[in-house]
């Protein structure tokens, strides 16, 4: 999305549950709706999606119980860690606009400021987070398609209990980089030395 090139893309997704969570290793600034008086606030804390807002926002500003579930979030913003970063709560009518060009100027300000903010991880921190998450699905895929006697051997091991996790973890790595197809490219100067799976 980043190679796309356009200066902001707007992510929206299905609803509070997991992927809302899983979406804040992507997204740079967080916005979390919520509607008055639909229980989306006691949704909010059981998804855990209060602890990766940015800003929340209680749209249908005009509704009687609004004001309410203004309160409520401020108040669970209150029972975070003190350090947490700062999480906005502003209101909006989409219908009517109102609180629209307020909330676009904050969602503005954020993302500018995005990086330097209190515990926020800048880019690289980002990056690396994604590239280790990539890094491990890739990894996990060669492990189970991989037709290597020193996996099998690995988890004969493990079976009698010879090994624990970390251990066997360890020296399917190593085991792996000797399967053919699965050897990643050799960078200048660096060899990779034949390697034997203790007790095969």
Do not use: Y
Not at 32 to 37: E, I, Q, R, Y
């Amino acid at each position: 999305m980043d190679a796309w090139g356009p200066d902001f893309i707007i992510l929206e997704t299905v609803g509070s549950g997991q992927s809302e969570v899983e979406v804040a290793d992507f997204a740079h600034t967080r916005l979390v709706l919520c509607a008055p008086g639909a229980g989306d606030d006691v949704q909010a804390i059981k998804a855990g999606i209060l602890e990766i807002a940015d800003i929340l926002v209680v749209n249908k500003a005009d509704h009687p119980m609004a004001e309410q579930a203004v309160r409520q979030l401020e108040a669970m913003l209150g029972l975070r860690n003190p350090f947490a970063r700062v999480t906005k709560v502003v209101t909006t009518v989409a219908t009517s606009g109102q609180g629209v060009s307020e909330l676009v100027d904050l969602l503005q300000d954020a993302a500018a400021h995005a990086d330097r903010s209190t515990g926020r991880a800048g880019p690289r921190t980002r990056l690396r987070r994604l590239l280790a998450d990539a890094a491990a699905h890739a990894l996990r895929e060669r492990v189970l398609a991989a037709d290597a006697p020193a996996l099998e051997a690995l988890c004969d091991r493990l079976v009698r209990c010879e090994l624990d996790l970390d251990e066997a973890a360890g020296l399917a790595l190593r085991a792996l980089a000797d399967v053919p197809g699965h050897r990643p490219a050799d960078a200048p100067g660096v060899r990779h030395p034949p390697v034997a799976v203790p007790g095969t």
